[in-house]
């Protein structure tokens, strides 16, 4: 069983950075793409980035282009996401998810493990 364990969220002000790491269990995390989620209140679950298990494909959503950066360092097996520039409608529920195969997906459910989330508020 593939185990995710988000952590760095936080409360932080407009404009301000977080830093979000997901560790993964498992000897195969090299094999998988991995994606970062959110959610906020009342809303459903959407893409923030993708990447590939080599680290060599690399997506973003729109809202966030320019401002995050999704990295992975497969010795740790870990994936991180900068997230610079932060602005109140990034406030939500932060989740990452693992798939089994090497290239990652918008699809949240392409994604077989995802962890539990770590909450991200933004002040204005």
């Known amino acids: 069983q593939v185990q995710l364990v988000e952590s760095g969220g936080g409360l932080v002000q407009a404009g301000g950075s977080l830093r979000l790491s997901c560790v993964t269990s498992?000897?195969?995390?090299?094999?998988?793409?991995m994606g970062w989620f959110r959610q906020a209140p009342g809303k459903e679950r959407e893409f923030v980035a993708g990447i590939s298990s080599s680290g060599g494909d690399i997506s973003y959503a729109d809202s966030v282009k320019g401002r995050f950066t999704i990295s992975r360092d497969n010795a740790k097996s870990t994936v991180y996401l900068q997230m610079n520039s932060l602005k109140p409608e990034d406030t939500a529920v932060y989740s990452c998810?693992?798939?089994?195969?090497?290239?990652?997906?918008?699809?949240?459910?392409?994604?077989?493990?995802w962890g539990q989330g770590t909450q991200v508020t933004v002040s204005s």
């Open positions: 498992g000897r195969t995390f090299r094999n998988y793409a």
């Open positions: 998810a693992a798939r089994t195969v090497g290239y990652s997906s918008r699809y949240s459910g392409n994604y077989a493990y």
